[in-house]
Protein backbone atom coordinates (compact mmCIF):
# COMPACT_ATOMS: atom_id res chain seq x y z
CA UNK A 1 0.00 0.00 0.00
CA UNK A 2 0.93 3.66 -1.06
CA UNK A 3 1.68 6.16 1.87
CA UNK A 4 0.78 9.23 0.47
CA UNK A 5 1.78 11.80 3.23
CA UNK A 6 -0.74 14.44 3.72
CA UNK A 7 0.15 17.92 3.12
CA UNK A 8 -0.02 20.52 5.64
CA UNK A 9 -1.36 23.62 5.68
CA UNK A 10 1.45 26.06 6.13
CA UNK A 11 0.28 28.99 8.73
CA UNK A 12 -0.57 32.60 6.79
CA UNK A 13 2.77 34.48 7.17
CA UNK A 14 1.72 38.15 7.40
CA UNK A 15 4.11 40.69 5.26
CA UNK A 16 6.36 43.08 8.13
CA UNK A 17 5.41 46.23 7.68
CA UNK A 18 8.32 48.74 6.85
CA UNK A 19 10.06 51.07 8.92
CA UNK A 20 10.30 54.47 8.44
CA UNK A 21 13.69 54.47 8.23
CA UNK A 22 13.29 51.14 5.73
CA UNK A 23 10.96 52.65 3.61
CA UNK A 24 13.22 56.27 3.55
CA UNK A 25 16.05 54.29 2.36
CA UNK A 26 14.08 52.83 -0.44
CA UNK A 27 12.77 55.91 -1.70
CA UNK A 28 16.36 57.40 -1.97
CA UNK A 29 17.60 53.95 -3.98
CA UNK A 30 14.75 54.57 -6.00
CA UNK A 31 15.68 58.22 -6.94
CA UNK A 32 19.17 57.34 -7.09
CA UNK A 33 18.36 54.82 -9.81
CA UNK A 34 16.15 57.21 -11.75
CA UNK A 35 18.59 60.10 -11.83
CA UNK A 36 21.27 57.52 -12.47
CA UNK A 37 19.57 55.99 -15.41
CA UNK A 38 18.30 59.42 -16.98
CA UNK A 39 22.25 61.21 -16.97
CA UNK A 40 23.44 57.69 -18.20
CA UNK A 41 21.31 57.54 -21.32
CA UNK A 42 22.02 61.47 -21.41
CA UNK A 43 25.93 60.63 -21.17
CA UNK A 44 27.07 57.33 -21.23
CA UNK A 45 28.62 55.44 -18.16
CA UNK A 46 32.06 57.82 -18.39
CA UNK A 47 29.81 60.79 -18.52
CA UNK A 48 28.23 60.45 -15.42
CA UNK A 49 29.85 60.58 -11.97
CA UNK A 50 28.59 59.98 -8.90
CA UNK A 51 28.69 63.75 -8.09
CA UNK A 52 26.38 64.56 -10.94
CA UNK A 53 24.38 61.26 -10.31
CA UNK A 54 23.85 62.96 -6.42
CA UNK A 55 23.08 66.45 -7.63
CA UNK A 56 20.78 64.81 -10.03
CA UNK A 57 18.85 63.18 -7.14
CA UNK A 58 18.87 65.97 -4.82
CA UNK A 59 21.21 64.20 -1.93
CA UNK A 60 24.88 64.47 -0.93
CA UNK A 61 27.21 61.90 -2.66
CA UNK A 62 27.01 60.19 0.37
CA UNK A 63 23.76 59.36 0.50
CA UNK A 64 24.38 57.84 -2.96
CA UNK A 65 27.57 55.54 -1.55
CA UNK A 66 24.98 54.34 1.55
CA UNK A 67 22.84 52.40 -1.12
CA UNK A 68 25.31 51.67 -3.67
CA UNK A 69 29.39 51.00 -3.07
CA UNK A 70 30.30 52.23 -6.21
CA UNK A 71 28.99 53.69 -10.14
CA UNK A 72 29.34 49.89 -11.08
CA UNK A 73 27.07 48.66 -8.80
CA UNK A 74 24.70 51.73 -9.56
CA UNK A 75 24.70 50.60 -13.34
CA UNK A 76 24.66 46.91 -12.75
CA UNK A 77 21.64 47.73 -10.64
CA UNK A 78 19.31 49.85 -13.16
CA UNK A 79 20.14 47.08 -16.07
CA UNK A 80 19.44 44.09 -13.77
CA UNK A 81 16.16 46.11 -13.21
CA UNK A 82 15.62 46.57 -16.77
CA UNK A 83 15.97 42.85 -17.84
CA UNK A 84 13.93 41.46 -14.35
CA UNK A 85 11.35 43.70 -16.05
CA UNK A 86 11.46 42.26 -19.80
CA UNK A 87 10.25 38.76 -18.27
CA UNK A 88 7.02 38.96 -18.54
CA UNK A 89 6.54 40.26 -22.37
CA UNK A 90 9.49 37.36 -23.15
CA UNK A 91 7.59 35.13 -21.85
CA UNK A 92 3.86 36.16 -22.85
CA UNK A 93 5.62 35.99 -26.61
CA UNK A 94 6.97 32.52 -25.68
CA UNK A 95 3.64 31.52 -24.21
CA UNK A 96 1.52 32.90 -27.24
CA UNK A 97 4.23 30.96 -29.91
CA UNK A 98 3.54 27.94 -31.83
CA UNK A 99 7.48 27.55 -33.84
CA UNK A 100 10.69 28.38 -31.77
CA UNK A 101 11.60 30.94 -35.21
CA UNK A 102 8.21 32.59 -33.72
CA UNK A 103 9.33 32.47 -30.05
CA UNK A 104 12.15 33.97 -30.14
CA UNK A 105 11.58 36.94 -32.49
CA UNK A 106 8.76 37.43 -30.16
CA UNK A 107 11.01 37.38 -27.16
CA UNK A 108 14.11 39.57 -28.74
CA UNK A 109 11.46 42.03 -30.48
CA UNK A 110 10.06 42.09 -26.71
CA UNK A 111 13.35 43.41 -25.40
CA UNK A 112 14.18 45.41 -28.52
CA UNK A 113 11.22 47.82 -28.30
CA UNK A 114 11.72 47.71 -24.49
CA UNK A 115 15.10 49.18 -25.00
CA UNK A 116 14.45 51.50 -28.21
CA UNK A 117 13.88 54.65 -25.61
CA UNK A 118 17.28 54.08 -23.93
CA UNK A 119 19.63 53.07 -26.85
CA UNK A 120 22.62 55.09 -24.78
CA UNK A 121 21.96 52.83 -21.83
CA UNK A 122 22.75 49.79 -23.44
CA UNK A 123 25.78 51.24 -25.70
CA UNK A 124 27.07 52.03 -22.37
CA UNK A 125 26.42 48.75 -20.92
CA UNK A 126 28.05 46.78 -23.94
CA UNK A 127 30.84 48.95 -23.41
CA UNK A 128 30.78 48.91 -19.91
CA UNK A 129 31.23 44.62 -19.97
CA UNK A 130 34.68 44.75 -21.17
CA UNK A 131 35.55 46.50 -17.99
CA UNK A 132 33.49 44.22 -15.28
CA UNK A 133 35.10 42.20 -12.97
CA UNK A 134 35.07 38.55 -12.52
CA UNK A 135 32.31 39.11 -9.56
CA UNK A 136 30.32 41.39 -11.51
CA UNK A 137 30.21 39.52 -14.69
CA UNK A 138 29.05 36.43 -12.23
CA UNK A 139 25.65 38.66 -10.56
CA UNK A 140 25.31 39.31 -14.03
CA UNK A 141 25.05 36.54 -15.75
CA UNK A 142 23.20 34.98 -12.54
CA UNK A 143 20.67 38.24 -12.95
CA UNK A 144 20.21 37.05 -17.10
CA UNK A 145 19.43 33.17 -16.43
CA UNK A 146 15.75 33.35 -16.47
CA UNK A 147 15.63 35.20 -19.70
CA UNK A 148 18.48 32.72 -21.11
CA UNK A 149 16.50 29.77 -20.01
CA UNK A 150 13.46 30.79 -21.79
CA UNK A 151 15.83 30.71 -24.76
CA UNK A 152 16.81 27.01 -24.20
CA UNK A 153 13.42 26.13 -23.68
CA UNK A 154 12.74 27.33 -26.83
CA UNK A 155 14.95 24.62 -28.47
CA UNK A 156 13.76 22.16 -26.11
CA UNK A 157 10.11 22.76 -27.23
CA UNK A 158 11.20 22.88 -30.50
CA UNK A 159 13.21 19.20 -30.75
CA UNK A 160 9.60 17.92 -28.48
CA UNK A 161 7.42 19.42 -31.29
CA UNK A 162 9.51 17.83 -33.91
CA UNK A 163 10.88 21.04 -35.55
CA UNK A 164 14.72 20.88 -34.20
CA UNK A 165 17.21 18.03 -34.44
CA UNK A 166 18.12 17.10 -30.71
CA UNK A 167 21.70 15.70 -32.06
CA UNK A 168 22.76 19.50 -31.79
CA UNK A 169 24.22 21.29 -28.63
CA UNK A 170 21.52 23.28 -27.41
CA UNK A 171 23.47 25.35 -25.35
CA UNK A 172 25.70 26.34 -28.11
CA UNK A 173 22.76 26.94 -30.20
CA UNK A 174 21.00 29.34 -27.25
CA UNK A 175 24.84 31.54 -27.25
CA UNK A 176 24.83 31.87 -30.98
CA UNK A 177 21.24 33.27 -30.93
CA UNK A 178 22.04 35.62 -27.95
CA UNK A 179 25.37 37.17 -29.43
CA UNK A 180 22.95 37.77 -32.38
CA UNK A 181 20.37 39.48 -30.32
CA UNK A 182 22.85 41.56 -28.60
CA UNK A 183 24.90 42.38 -32.22
CA UNK A 184 21.37 43.87 -33.07
CA UNK A 185 21.35 47.17 -30.84
CA UNK A 186 24.70 48.10 -33.44
CA UNK A 187 22.97 49.04 -36.22
CA UNK A 188 19.70 50.85 -34.07
CA UNK A 189 22.87 52.93 -32.57
CA UNK A 190 24.54 53.79 -35.51
CA UNK A 191 22.35 53.42 -38.37
CA UNK A 192 18.95 54.61 -37.11
CA UNK A 193 17.40 51.14 -37.67
CA UNK A 194 13.44 50.88 -36.09
CA UNK A 195 12.58 48.64 -33.85
CA UNK A 196 10.35 46.75 -37.09
CA UNK A 197 13.87 46.85 -39.07
CA UNK A 198 15.84 45.84 -36.13
CA UNK A 199 13.44 42.79 -35.54
CA UNK A 200 13.39 41.54 -38.67
CA UNK A 201 16.85 41.71 -39.65
CA UNK A 202 17.51 39.41 -36.47
CA UNK A 203 14.50 37.08 -37.77
CA UNK A 204 16.61 36.70 -40.88
CA UNK A 205 19.78 35.47 -39.21
CA UNK A 206 17.19 33.13 -36.86
CA UNK A 207 15.81 31.67 -39.51
CA UNK A 208 19.68 30.78 -40.95
CA UNK A 209 20.60 29.19 -37.86
CA UNK A 210 17.23 27.52 -37.28
CA UNK A 211 17.28 26.06 -40.92
CA UNK A 212 20.98 24.62 -40.20
CA UNK A 213 19.53 22.42 -37.13
CA UNK A 214 16.00 21.19 -38.28
CA UNK A 215 15.10 17.93 -37.50
Do not use: C
Request: proline share 4%.
Amino acid sequence: MNHIPMRMNAPAIRPQKMTRRAMAKQQTREKVLQAARDLFIERGYEGATIRDIARAAGMSTGAVFASFADKTELFDAILNDDFAGLLDPMQDAFSASTTAKEALVGMFGAAYRAHSAQLPLIQAALAASWTRTPEAERLRRESLRPIRSLVIQTLERGVERGELAAKFDQRLISDMLWDLYLAGYRPAAFEGLSVENQTDRLAERIEVILTAIKA
